[in-house]
């Protein structure tokens, strides 16, 4: 039945689980362990655990597998596993599957921890990795090596929101017999195509749109049944980044309200974005959804609209973009984005301060660069209150 769902209803009811009482709200089954019934139910279920039967919350919980099972259902994969955040996804997406003398191809442009766990660590461990730029697909096809044994790329990149392109990043990764692992969290699961256009493995940090409120951290690590349990989950439920009952619990009413909460906020990004183009105080406005964007096209195929992030460069640098910053009055300086509250960040000063100057230049990250996480305001308002501290320099 689940099967003819449209993702709307999915986000609703999808993987939901009820206890004797039937509650309508999903219940937090706030507990680490599981009572058997007999020595002989815990040495069947420790040699392999069936449908509905848990051992420990580290190794899955009632709640956490209701918002497995639904956002699976979303993105349209066979199993997922959920994880204490974004970056615990996107670690163990890659360490449970690599060992050392593997090879790996990645996107440069990616977000700070993201680019730490390639460039520093997997290194430590003799995994050697080749990054390229992620919009260049002859640079993708030139790394490829006999060796490769997974690529690794966000859809939209941060800050600077460039697309890879999946479906033909896919194509050059499998002819080589590589993994494709997207850190899609720009996507959302909202317009995320990313397993129709050739991912094998997707991870979201749920921190973002899934929750959306800023309330907990979280990450979810989506594929097939044979990568989530045999791969991913054999090395999370030993390595402990478990998500805990209760941020599923808040995951969950989060997919509730996600579709509603992503499209107003794409939709105020896009009006936002119109309203800043060819803004005399600014050097570029970098949003997808925009027609001059370079790849307009592109985005329209893989997400059909421009995503709740916009990025623009204040003329005058880092003294000018600060200055803009401290008149803003709605908007808030943080480092989260995709959450109700609209959120800009400084990158250069903040999310990839550590970067060498010469590698924030490559990347695109100028002193003047702020990314602008649209939230549910008025559009209106949140135009006014850009324009209004963009007058003030
Ligand atoms: C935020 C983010 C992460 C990390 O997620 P956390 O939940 O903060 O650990 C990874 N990748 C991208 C693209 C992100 O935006």
């Not at 730029?133 to 690794?152: C, E, I, N, P, S």
Request: aromatic fraction near 8%.
């Amino acid at each position: 039945m689940t099967d003819t769902w449209n993702k709307r209803t999915l986000a609703v009811h999808g993987g939901t689980k009820r206890s004797q009482f039937g509650e309508l709200s999903e219940a937090i089954y706030l507990t680490q362990g599981f009572a058997y019934d007999s020595p002989e139910q815990a040495e069947a279920r420790f040699l392999q655990a069936g449908e509905d039967e848990f051992i420990y919350a580290r190794y899955g919980n009632p709640t956490v597998a209701m918002f497995e099972e639904r956002i699976a259902a979303l993105e349209g994969t066979e199993d997922a596993f959920a994880t204490a955040s974004g970056m615990a996804a996107v670690t163990a997406s890659l360490m449970s599957l690599l060992k050392a003398g593997d090879h790996v191809v990645s996107a440069k442009a990616l977000f700070g921890s993201c680019l730490y766990v390639l460039e520093e660590i997997l290194g430590r461990y003799g995994v050697e990795v080749t990054f390229v730029d992620g919009a260049d697909l002859d640079q993708w096809r030139a790394a490829m090596r006999d060796d490769t044994r997974a690529v690794f790329f966000e859809s939209v990149a941060n800050p600077t929101l460039e697309l890879v392109d999946i479906a033909g990043v896919a194509e050059i990764a499998h002819a080589h017999g590589a993994l494709v692992i997207v850190d899609n969290v720009f996507s959302t699961p909202v317009f995320s195509r990313a397993v129709d256009l050739g991912a094998d493995v997707v991870v979201y940090s749920a921190t973002k749109h899934i929750d959306g409120q800023g309330r907990t951290l979280g990450g979810v690590i989506l594929g097939t049944k044979d990568y989530v349990r045999k791969t991913a989950e054999p090395f999370l439920k030993h390595t402990g980044a478990a998500m805990s009952p209760f941020t599923a619990w808040v995951m969950l009413k989060g997919l509730e309200t996600m579709d509603l909460r992503v499209r107003a906020q794409a939709e105020g990004a896009l009006k936002l974005a119109q309203a800043l183009e060819g803004h005399a105080a600014l050097e570029r406005v970098i949003y997808p959804g925009l027609a001059a964007h370079p790849q307009h096209a592109l985005m329209q195929e893989q997400m059909g609209q421009g995503g709740t992030v916009l990025s623009f460069d204040v003329k005058g640098g880092k003294d000018a973009a600060f200055k803009m910053l401290n008149a803003l009055e709605i908007i808030k300086i943080s480092n989260n984005l995709g959450d109700a509250k609209s959120i800009v960040t400084h990158p250069a000063t903040t999310t990839h301060q550590r970067l060498p100057d010469a590698q924030k230049a490559e990347l695109g990250i100028t002193p003047g660069l702020l990314r602008l996480s649209v939230g549910l305001e008025d559009a209106g308002d949140l135009i006014a209150d850009v324009t209004g501290a963009l007058a003030a320099l």
